[in-house]
């Protein structure tokens, strides 16, 4: 019977209604459907990063006289072939991308992409695989099936490969933060141990006043005085913080 109803498949394609009852107003789910000689498969058009999770069918009608009809694309196995090509070059390009990453920031932008692309690639497989149940004898079933099952086995593993680039990358960016924050730790006590000793000595200077011209300071008695009493009362203070510090451990 004619598809009233069913616009995304062709009204020229004469499908029995145990195939179209089987279907709702969207294409829906991957998957085979097979009634009174008739195989429909519905798939998903490969997903990109920018589709906002949004599936567009791709169909491939088996008439009980083995003729092949397609949908969007015209070409009945040829237009199948090139549907799987289609996900074969999604892949090489991610794993291009993984190749290349460096960044979480690259990982991610990966992930957000071959995610989809698995799922949506084992749910190629079982749909196609589910068609080649229907019609055992139909032997390009069987190469489509094999060929769908590398492509769900590449991008398994292109996705492996990104999960492992993001854990290395978060794992070096957060040793390289650790070091930084070490350093900045290290440089903090020796400031800190710097502002122990002089702390005395800026503390006696501004009790004595000494905003004198220089010659005229350094050339005082008491200047000397107040430096020598600075300098040890500065050992004094750094000394307790070091004592304080060893003790706290």
């Known amino acids: 019977m004619p598809n009233e109803g069913r616009s995304f498949l062709p009204t020229s394609w004469v499908l029995p209604e145990a195939v179209t009852k089987r279907l709702g107003d969207a294409a829906g789910r991957q998957r085979a459907i097979s009634a009174e000689g008739h195989l429909l498969l519905v798939l998903h058009r490969t997903p990109t990063p920018d589709d906002d999770e949004v599936r567009h069918g791709a169909f491939f009608w088996r ?144 009790v004595f006043g000494m905003n004198n011209p220089p010659e005229g300071v350094v050339a005082a008695r008491s200047f000397w005085m107040v430096l020598g009493a600075g300098a040890v009362a500065g050992l004094v203070v750094l000394a307790g913080v070091l004592f304080a510090k060893k003790r706290r451990r």
Do not use: C
Request: net charge negative.
């Open 63 to 206: 008439a009980p006289d083995g003729e092949w009809q397609s949908s969007p694309e015209a070409g009945g196995l040829a237009a199948l072939e090139a549907h799987l090509d289609s996900y074969a070059k999604s892949i090489h390009a991610l794993d291009q991308q993984v190749e290349s990453a460096s960044t979480p920031a690259d990982y991610f932008a990966v992930l957000r992409w071959v995610n989809p692309l698995l799922r949506s690639s084992r749910h190629l497989l079982a749909a196609i695989d589910a068609g080649r149940n229907a019609e055992p004898d139909e032997h390009a079933l069987i190469n489509a099936r094999d060929r769908a099952a590398d492509v769900e086995r590449a991008v398994d593993l292109v996705a492996n490969d990104a999960r492992a680039g993001m854990e290395f990358s978060l794992a070096r960016s957060s040793e390289e933060q650790a070091r930084l924050a070490l350093e900045a730790t290290l440089e903090a006590r020796t400031l800190n141990r710097l502002v122990a000793f002089f702390f005395p000595l800026a503390t006696l200077v501004a």
